[in-house]
């Protein structure tokens, strides 16, 4: 009987997994439901003794039982070029393993690291993690080994590990597709961590949006238990707030308070969950430490990438972009590499204006620039961020003033309202935004603000004057504001209005 793997992935579902497997098994073969190998474009992809279609839609799966369709026939898909070519660490098991599966998680080498770190001091598992160079993927690229010390050496009767799994940056899945795709590998992660730093239970932290991930990884931890006890995981849901995706937020939710920022120190390492030590890392940090926790993984490790970025990184490729999906590669690849000869550039077929990296308050880079490495100090030399790593294209159609605008509406919508800088700045800059537009094409729902803009302009104010007063805005919620929601916005903004100037009429 014919064995067809087709993915579960949330992804794959919305492409209609369900109806294409359902096709399978009318057709007598036997579906296994597998991981993402994260080729959305291609979803559903089928795999049959390794050779890949996609996408297939349940019209098709007749033809391919037949041994035909080979318009939509790739090959084998772990010579597929978009494959071959990664670096595959976090998602080494991406569309090899069934979730859920203990034996398949196992067979590929799960708990190993788990067995090989609880056979050693946590200072010294603390010490694997500083020699590899593993710094925090949720964007701040803090050194995870730094965090994991700090942690293990406060004094407190008892210690949390916090997975930060609320993941709301714009053109990232990274996290989604870790969890449901690969569970046991963020539990394994999680417990290393627990004995390193002392911790006796733990958290993952995610958003109500992920139903899918919150029942594979709320199964996972159940399955998992008599391998990682006496360590306790719990999943917390999230309402969705963007501004949970800060640590410190994050903590207060989970704690069953308001949503909103601490004020910095204490350090959550010192006085977080419940007043006590605590780690907040993110799913694809914590992921990456079973690697690093294996025979010779840190020193492999710390080879790859560039300067002091270490590792690799799953960048998610999304937006405008003929061939989405997670490409896992050593930091170091350039920017155009990423859009243009991974991504295969537009999906529209038009020239690409901008990319923006780091999520809805990343800074917009134009193709001049694509040569920018992917690693957090250039990135940070170009004015710009890696975050997550999520990238966003957008083709000659997008008018940059016009997403510079929604950075501060974004930011007035999701701000916790704990700073000022954050809570007025945004709805301040989103007024100074559509007076500096007048003349030009201002947003529908300012039009019936204009006369009022026309007022502003006729006391006095030039153009140049409104452009500088927006700088001093940009400088006051940057260096003002309690969190990197209002600190990060003037990133968008600055970006559009040095690169593309004209936008803004």
Same mark, same amino acid.
């Given at each position: 009987?014919?064995?067809?793997?087709?993915?579960?992935?949330?992804?794959?579902?919305?492409?209609?997994?369900?109806?294409?497997?359902?096709?399978?098994?009318?057709?007598?073969?036997t579906?296994?439901?597998?991981?993402?190998?994260g080729?959305?474009?291609?979803?559903?992809?089928?795999?049959?003794?390794?050779?890949?279609?996609?996408?297939?839609?349940?019209?098709?799966?007749?033809?391919?039982?037949?041994?035909?369709?080979?318009?939509?026939?790739?090959?084998?898909?772990?010579?597929?070029?978009?494959?071959?070519?990664?670096?595959?660490l976090?998602?080494?098991?991406?569309?090899?393993?069934?979730?859920?599966?203990?034996?398949?998680?196992?067979?590929?080498?799960?708990?190993?690291?788990?067995?090989?770190?609880?056979?050693?001091?946590?200072?010294?598992?603390?010490?694997?993690?500083?020699?590899?160079?593993?710094?925090?993927?949720?964007?701040?690229?803090?050194?995870a080994?730094?965090?994991?010390?700090?942690?293990?050496?406060?004094?407190?009767?008892?210690?949390?590990?916090?997975?930060?799994?609320?993941?709301?940056?714009?053109?990232?899945?990274?996290?989604r597709?870790?969890?449901?795709?690969?569970?046991?590998?963020?539990?394994?992660?999680?417990?290393?961590?627990?004995?390193?730093v002392?911790?006796?239970?733990?958290?993952?932290?995610?958003?109500?949006?992920?139903?899918?991930?919150?029942?594979?990884?709320?199964?996972?931890?159940?399955?998992?238990?008599?391998?990682?006890?006496?360590?306790?995981?719990?999943?917390?849901?999230?309402?969705?707030?963007?501004?949970?995706?800060?640590?410190?937020?994050?903590?207060?939710?989970?704690?069953?308070?308001?949503?909103?920022?601490?004020?910095?120190?204490?350090?959550?390492?010192?006085?977080?969950?419940?007043?006590?030590?605590?780690?907040?890392?993110?799913?694809?940090?914590?992921?990456?430490?079973?690697?690093?926790?294996?025979?010779?993984?840190?020193?492999?490790?710390?080879?790859?990438?560039?300067? /002091?970025?270490?590792? #690799?990184?799953?960048?998610? +490729?999304?937006?405008? &972009? $003929?061939? =989405? @999906?997670?490409?896992?590669?050593?930091?170091?690849?350039?920017?155009?590499?990423?859009?243009?000869?991974?991504?295969?550039?537009?999906?529209?077929?038009?020239?690409?204006?901008?990319?923006?990296?780091?999520?809805?308050?990343?800074?917009?880079?134009?193709?001049?620039?694509?040569?920018?490495?992917?690693d957090?100090?250039?990135?940070?030399?170009?004015?710009?961020?890696?975050?997550h790593?999520?990238?966003?294209?957008?083709?000659?159609?997008?008018?940059?003033?016009?997403?510079?605008?929604?950075?501060?509406?974004?930011?007035?919508?999701?701000?916790?309202?704990?700073?000022?800088?954050? /809570?007025?700045?945004? #709805?301040?800059?989103?007024? +100074?935004?559509?007076? &500096? $537009?007048? =003349? @030009?094409?201002p947003?529908?729902?300012?039009?019936?603000?204009?006369?009022?803009?026309?007022?502003?302009?006729?006391?006095?104010?030039?153009?140049?004057?409104?452009?500088?007063?927006?700088?001093?805005?940009?400088?006051?919620?940057?260096?003002?504001?309690?969190?990197?929601?209002?600190?990060?916005?003037?990133?968008?903004?600055?970006s559009?209005?040095?690169?593309?100037?004209?936008?803004?009429?």
């Amino acid at each position: 009987m014919t064995t067809v793997r087709i993915s579960d992935d949330a992804l794959a579902l919305a492409c209609g997994a369900e109806a294409v497997a359902a096709a399978f098994a009318a057709a007598g073969c036997t579906v296994e439901r597998v991981s993402s190998w994260g080729m959305h474009w291609l979803e559903p992809l089928v795999e049959i003794n390794g050779v890949g279609w996609g996408p297939v839609s349940p019209a098709r799966v007749g033809e391919i039982v037949a041994g035909g369709a080979d318009d939509i026939c790739i090959g084998p898909i772990a010579a597929h070029p978009f494959i071959i070519g990664q670096q595959r660490l976090t998602f080494a098991r991406a569309g090899k393993t069934r979730p859920l599966s203990l034996e398949d998680f196992a067979a590929s080498g799960g708990w190993s690291a788990l067995t090989r770190a609880r056979a050693m001091a946590p200072a010294t598992v603390i010490g694997e993690v500083l020699a590899s160079g593993l710094r925090g993927r949720g964007g701040a690229g803090f050194p995870a080994g730094i965090k994991w010390r700090t942690v293990a050496e406060a004094p407190a009767s008892h210690k949390f590990v916090v997975c930060n799994a609320d993941e709301g940056d714009s053109a990232t899945f990274a996290d989604r597709m870790l969890m449901e795709g690969d569970p046991f590998q963020l539990i394994e992660g999680m417990a290393i961590c627990a004995h390193a730093v002392g911790a006796a239970r733990g958290y993952v932290y995610m958003r109500s949006e992920y139903p899918h991930a919150i029942a594979k990884l709320k199964a996972a931890i159940a399955l998992a238990a008599e391998h990682i006890a006496p360590f306790e995981i719990e999943v917390r849901v999230g309402a969705g707030a963007y501004v949970c995706g800060e640590e410190t937020a994050l903590l207060n939710s989970i704690e069953g308070k308001r949503g909103e920022v601490r004020a910095k120190p204490p350090l959550p390492a010192l006085e977080g969950l419940f007043g006590c030590p605590t780690v907040v890392n993110n799913v694809l940090t914590l992921a990456a430490v079973p690697h690093i926790l294996s025979e010779g993984g840190a020193a492999l490790y710390a080879r790859l990438g560039v300067d /002091r970025s270490k590792g #690799t990184m799953p960048i998610q +490729l999304a937006g405008n &972009i $003929r061939h =989405g @999906g997670l490409y896992e590669t050593a930091f170091g690849i350039s920017l155009g590499d990423l859009v243009n000869r991974i991504g295969g550039g537009t999906a529209s077929g038009r020239p690409v204006k901008a990319v923006q990296v780091g999520g809805p308050l990343g800074a917009y880079v134009p193709p001049s620039q694509f040569d920018l490495p992917f690693d957090y100090e250039a990135f940070a030399g170009a004015d710009a961020l890696i975050g997550h790593g999520g990238i966003c294209v957008f083709d000659d159609s997008a008018d940059l003033a016009a997403l510079a605008r929604f950075a501060f509406e974004f930011c007035a919508a999701e701000s916790c309202g704990k700073c000022t800088p954050c /809570r007025i700045g945004s #709805t301040r800059g989103v007024e +100074l935004i559509d007076r &500096i $537009r007048v =003349g @030009g094409k201002p947003q529908a729902d300012a039009v019936e603000r204009l006369p009022q803009m026309h007022n502003a302009r006729k006391a006095g104010r030039s153009r140049e004057e409104e452009l500088a007063l927006l700088d001093d805005l940009l400088e006051a919620m940057q260096f003002g504001s309690l969190c990197a929601l209002g600190s990060f916005t003037p990133y968008p903004v600055r970006s559009a209005l040095k690169h593309w100037p004209e936008d803004f009429a």
